[in-house]
């Protein structure tokens, strides 16, 4: 089977949308199909990718999540793009990423009405566009928001990664037949349980001896960064040896600012951005993993990570954090920083509990959520998007 895939982000960026995506092409690519992605010209090459890029004009240079105008702008660019891949690759499936995406397959199917279709969403679109400030919630623009992302996602049989967007793909309208609910993947191989890496933690100045919490993700407000700084102020006060290290970008100089405004700057380090494949061995200095996300429809890759590598989590309580970690995670109220304080407090001063938890979330990665499960659920949901379509 030949699959092209339409990804209308700067891949590769090291970030989870980026990563799922990835993860989705090397799963599938191990059941023995082949794959074509068509993206923004911006982002860095990979060599398990074959990868046709749009035209990038010279002054775009975002590479961040959240929308923009100038991707607007970029649509009929990669539009184009796509059509001449598809008359030259002759795919059987065009998979579709992201409700951009959705609008180029709209495109593409009209002229090329032969491929199956189908869309993948990774949250909501209207959500996504409020998080990040591109519309205010209950504005004109959010409606009329809300009025496409209704239109593209019943357009397509849709894949997704949980619940809480399955229900809200239903909320938008499409019947649940034409629903299907992957899972994200993650590569147990590459993300597995590793010793404490003296090497890099010398050249970053890390002491094996403080108590180490690991934050991974975009530094955003929806992420759930503000909230985890300001519990990490009550967890520093009660834990004076406590260090939290956080890989992510943007917004690198705000958060070090609120940091030394909480008065917690000494007790943080700001790694910046890691590529992907260098990420468990940045992992392996951590002890106790957070994911304080407040995006309630919104999947997480990074907890898929830190179950990997055999690290316990700490996260909001939220549906979409408890479908990935099921009895292996460690709740917080949502959004209350002072819960979160709480929760990270307990599993630093239980260190035999969370080694148990993080032995139970290794195990659950390898027999539920690896690249192997994903990518035959991958397959399936082609050919049940066959018979929805």
């Known amino acids: 089977m030949k699959i092209l895939m339409i990804a209308p982000t700067p891949f590769m960026a090291d970030r989870g949308c980026h990563t799922q995506i990835l993860l989705e092409i090397e799963a599938i690519q191990a059941q023995g199909h082949e794959v074509l992605l068509c993206t923004y010209g911006l982002g860095r090459d990979l060599p398990t990718v074959k990868t046709k890029r749009a035209w990038n004009p010279w002054w775009y240079q975002k590479l961040s999540a959240g929308p923009s105008l100038t991707k607007i702008l970029l649509l009929p660019i990669l539009t184009w793009t796509t059509l001449k891949a598809i008359r030259q690759f002759h795919p059987d499936v065009v998979h579709a990423h992201l409700h951009e995406g959705g609008l180029i397959a709209m495109v593409c199917r009209f002229i090329f009405p032969k491929p199956i279709y189908c869309l993948e969403t990774q949250g909501s679109l209207v959500g996504e566009c409020v998080q990040h400030g591109f519309v205010k919630a209950g504005s004109l623009g959010c409606w009329f928001l809300g009025l496409i992302e209704s239109f593209i996602v019943r357009q397509f049989p ?55 919490v690991f934050y991974l993700g975009l530094l955003e407000t929806y992420q759930g960064v503000d909230l985890l700084l300001k519990a990490w ?103 209350d920083s002072d819960s979160l304080a709480e929760k990270m407090l307990w599993a630093l001063r239980h260190p035999t509990e969370v080694e148990a938890l993080g032995r139970r979330a290794r195990s659950r990665a390898e027999t539920e959520l690896s690249k192997t499960a994903v990518g035959r659920r991958l397959e399936a949901a082609y050919l049940q998007c066959n018979g929805a379509a």
């Open 158 to 212: 849709v894949i997704t990664q949980a619940e809480k967007m399955v229900d809200e793909l239903k909320r938008l309208g499409v019947r649940p037949e034409k629903i299907t609910n992957i899972k994200d993947a993650v590569d147990t191989e590459l993300f597995k349980p590793t010793l404490f890496d003296e090497a890099l933690a010398d050249r970053l100045g890390i002491l094996r001896t403080k108590k180490r």
């Open 233 to 335: 102020q009550k967890i520093v006060h009660a834990e004076p040896e406590a260090l939290l290290l956080l890989i992510g970008y943007p917004n690198i100089e705000h958060y070090q600012k609120m940091a030394e405004e909480l008065g917690v700057a000494d007790h943080c380090r700001f790694l910046g951005r890691v590529a992907y494949h260098e990420l468990p061995v940045y992992l392996s200095l951590g002890q106790l993993a957070v994911a304080p996300k407040i995006a309630l429809t919104e999947g997480d890759g990074k907890i898929y990570n830190y179950m990997a590598m055999g690290m316990a989590t700490v996260a909001f309580d939220r549906p979409v954090s408890r479908e990935i970690l099921a009895n292996t995670g460690i709740f917080a109220e949502f959004g």
